[in-house]
């Protein structure tokens, strides 16, 4: 269960690290935008983006999320990866770019990223559910 605590810190636009494992057993920790459905966390990315490799292979992921005006007040949300879809992605991903940017009328391909990487790049939502949650501040 995320605690209403910290709910904020999903709900806003503040940008999370994911941690997933490499085939070696390296952590890889990268920057994505997510939101929420209930006490799943939702992100995206690109079907051939190595950390979506590394979640095929181990669904086993860390995000944290901290308040930019208090780094100290975080969220850690260790979980499984128990989705990825490519049906309702570039919907889910255009969602993300009006939260992220604050801007209603914004699409990701095309006001991010050039509107041609649409054609060599396939988005997938993953949904991670929560193990283990770690709160301070």
Not at 15 to 32: E, F, K, N, R, Y
Not at 81 to 103: K, N, P, S
């Amino acid at each position: 269960m995320l605690p209403r605590s910290h709910l904020d810190l999903i709900d806003s636009p503040y940008t999370a690290v994911l941690t997933t494992v490499m085939p070696d057993g390296q952590p890889q920790s990268t920057p994505v935008w997510c939101n929420r459905d209930g006490d799943d966390v939702l992100i995206n990315t690109m079907h051939s983006f190595r950390k979506a490799a590394n979640m095929r292979a181990n669904p086993r992921v860390t995000l944290l999320i901290y308040d930019p005006a208090n780094p100290m007040r975080h969220i850690e949300i260790r979980g499984l990866v128990a989705e990825m879809r490519e049906d309702g992605a570039l919907d889910h991903l255009d969602q993300l770019t009006q939260l992220y940017m604050q801007r209603p009328d914004v699409h990701f391909f095309g006001d991010c990223v050039p509107e041609s990487e649409a054609t060599t790049h396939t988005p997938i939502r993953i949904r991670i559910t929560p193990q283990r949650v770690r709160v301070e501040g």
